[in-house]
């Protein structure tokens, strides 16, 4: 079945959800305690493989806290 006859695809990130869908998702993880893997899998019939895993990679990099927060709570 073609891309265009169904009612939804897989897309590349930021081609379906928005940056800041992302970064709020991502930001949700880091709430929730998830500081792991984030695996990409690349199932967008209208882009290539290696051009949509470049750019979700791109756009994980923008928004994924890297460091850990230095952030201790105060003895009380």
């Given at each position: 079945?073609?891309a ?73």
């Amino acid at each position: 079945m073609a891309a265009k006859e169904r009612s939804w695809n897989y897309v590349t990130l930021d081609y379906g959800h928005d940056e800041a869908f992302w970064r709020a998702f991502c930001l949700a993880l880091r709430r929730a305690g998830y500081d792991g893997v984030l695996s990409i899998e690349h199932e967008d019939v209208l882009m290539g493989p290696v051009e949509g895993v470049t750019k979700s990679v791109d756009l994980l990099r923008r928004v994924i806290l890297r460091e850990p927060s230095s952030y201790k709570p105060q003895q009380v």
